[in-house]
């Protein structure tokens, strides 16, 4: 007989593989804005905290959600890192620079006590400052060429790293307690897979901007886990997420509508 364990671990890796695939997908096909929107999205940490939900209490998942919320600046350094160094190196340098630098602010963030406002205040500094930074590498003009042709192996080796990674830790989330679960899951997983792939595909020039583009989704996904933080003892799992669900959404409406607008061509000088 199958252990209801094994059967547990299977469904989540078999469903966060097909959010990831379907995402990942979209992101491939549309190019950067569309991309970095897509990949901005809760494509990894949401899966996690659903499977969360299922296995701990609401504060346990406010907990995680508030600390999620802090170390989505380590998120957004990473971002920043990665776009200035992609453009000159390779995309394992490039991303191993970025991961050391999430690393390195992720662990005193771990150790720090955090409130809504506290974290809110870090994550303004951070992608405020980030918005100004990578600001140079989001102009860089794409060719026609440089849409990524999906592979099928590529997207099936992002979906199982994704699908394992939120395995792993929704069964160590338990001895890890809410503060360091939350600041794991928020590890950009699905990033770091999109990243190695498209890397190789379509130069450093073009993820740098992408890169670029993806730190105003990243910063609305941290409004996400505030959202999760602040619904869900009083509402409820369910509809805590499904209202984090909505922010996110709302955010990534707002980008996508922004983008439309700056890019509607002006009225016509007279004659």
């Known amino acids: 007989m199958i252990s209801p364990v094994l059967v547990a671990a299977l469904v989540r890796a078999l469903t966060t593989g097909c959010v990831v695939v379907l995402a990942s997908t979209l992101a491939e096909a549309a190019g950067p804005f569309w991309g970095a929107l897509i990949l901005s999205l809760p494509v990894s940490a949401g899966p996690a905290y659903v499977f969360m939900a299922l296995e ?3 504060a346990f998942i406010a907990g995680a959600a508030l600390n999620g919320f802090a170390a989505n600046a380590a998120t957004g350094l990473f971002l920043i890192v990665y776009a200035w160094r992609a453009p000159a190196t390779g995309s394992l340098r490039a991303l191993g620079t970025a991961a050391a630098a999430w690393l390195a602010a992720a662990v005193p963030i771990a150790a720090w006590a955090w409130t809504p406002p506290t974290a809110f ?3 303004a500094a951070v992608f405020g400052a980030g918005l100004v930074l990578v600001r140079p590498k989001g102009r860089t003009v794409f060719a026609r060429n440089t849409v990524a042709t999906r592979r099928w192996l590529d997207l099936s080796a992002r979906a199982a790293a994704v699908a394992l990674f939120v395995t792993a830790l ?9 503060e360091r679960t939350g600041v794991v899951a928020a590890y950009p997983v699905s990033l770091t897979c999109a990243f190695v792939i498209l890397h190789a595909r379509v130069g450093g020039a073009a993820m740098a901007q992408l890169a670029a583009t993806a730190i105003r989704g990243i910063f609305g996904f941290g409004l996400t886990l505030l959202t999760l933080h602040l619904l869900v003892e009083a509402w409820g799992a369910a509809l805590a997420l499904s209202g984090a669900l909505l922010v996110s959404l709302l955010w990534s ?4 509508a922004l983008q439309r607008r700056a890019a509607r061509p002006g009225p016509r000088p007279p004659g």
């Open 170 to 178: 929704v069964a160590l989330s338990t001895a890890l307690g809410p």
């Open 56 to 58: 701990h209490d609401g």
């Open 253 to 256: 409406g707002g980008l996508l």
């Open 121 to 123: 205040l870090l994550n």
